[in-house]
């Protein structure tokens, strides 16, 4: 079997079984929602570690009453069938990456945003540095003059993958500890300052 044909028969079936697993896991878990004062009513950008992507779309629809968001997720293979696996849990996605069709990128996810939709993005992605918040975000949020929402997923209990963003998946039935933050303006930071203060929010609850 030629190696395209092993990606045409993944992403066909790979995601699907991905969501599954995935909600087997989430419904098992015991799950403790901490949450802030209130959740911005317009567009928002919610932001979380790559290697804590796993049960963010969860998380999401407990934000929001009708939730309505986008990922900003990779061209790669992986980033496909990620995107994909996306679809089956309620969420849209915009391919690409702020170092890569950044351009295309950015007026994609400001269209998103002036449709009402939120967007989520994971600033150490799609290859890192771990834990290192890239322009890309900061640039999104200024331009769509968006607020930020931090998000965080602590498991008790997990696996963790040896890539490069130390990918964490929960095992069954540990409890899940879900965090979102206050919403952040960074309209009136310059860009250093911006990544900072996200990359100091995403660290509370890192482990």
């Known amino acids: 079997m030629t190696k395209e044909r092993k990606r045409e028969l993944a992403l066909k079936y790979l995601p699907f079984a991905m969501a599954l697993v995935i909600k087997l896991i989430y419904f098992t878990a015991r799950k403790r929602f901490h949450l802030p004062q209130q959740i911005p009513a317009e567009p928002t950008l919610f932001v979380f570690w790559h290697g804590d992507l796993l049960f963010q779309p969860f998380f999401y629809q407990n934000l929001r009453k009708t939730p309505k968001a986008k990922v900003i997720i990779s061209e790669h293979f992986d980033g496909q069938v990620i995107a994909k ?92 500890d879900f965090y979102a933050s206050e919403a952040l303006d960074i309209s009136d930071m310059d860009r250093e300052e911006a990544k900072a203060k996200i990359e100091e929010l995403l660290l509370v609850h890192d482990y």
């Open 85 to 176: 696996m996306a679809t089956h849990l309620g969420l849209g996605s915009i391919h690409g990456s702020s170092t890569r069709n950044g351009a295309k990128v950015l007026i994609a996810a400001l269209k998103t945003m002036r449709d009402g939709e939120d967007l989520a993005i994971t600033p150490d992605g799609p290859k890192g540095p771990r834990h290192e918040v890239k322009d890309g975000v900061v640039m999104i949020a200024q331009k769509a003059k968006a607020k930020i929402v931090v998000l965080s997923c602590v498991p008790k209990r997990c696996w963790r993958l040896k890539s490069w963003d130390r990918f964490s998946i929960a095992k069954p039935f540990t409890t899940l």
